[in-house]
């Protein structure tokens, strides 16, 4: 994730879509609280219905 959201940021990318598939949850708990704790992330949500639903998350970053 570190690095993603790195290039990210030098490429000047946002919104970026991270993929966390739907499975169990575990994997999408896991970036959530990551990124609620990145100073690089400006805010976060769930991509609407179509876009991604709860097996994604669309992550604005500051720097760009």
Not at 12 to 31: N, Q, Y
Not at 39 to 53: A, E, F, M, N
């Amino acid at each position: 994730i570190d690095k993603f959201l790195d290039q990210s940021i030098s490429e000047g990318k946002s919104p970026v879509l991270i993929i966390t598939g739907i499975g169990s949850g575990k994997i999408r708990r896991f970036v959530r609280e990551k990124i609620s704790k990145d100073r690089r992330v400006k805010k976060w949500q769930s991509p609407l219905i179509g876009q991604g639903d709860e097996g994604a998350i669309a992550v604005w970053l500051r720097d760009c």
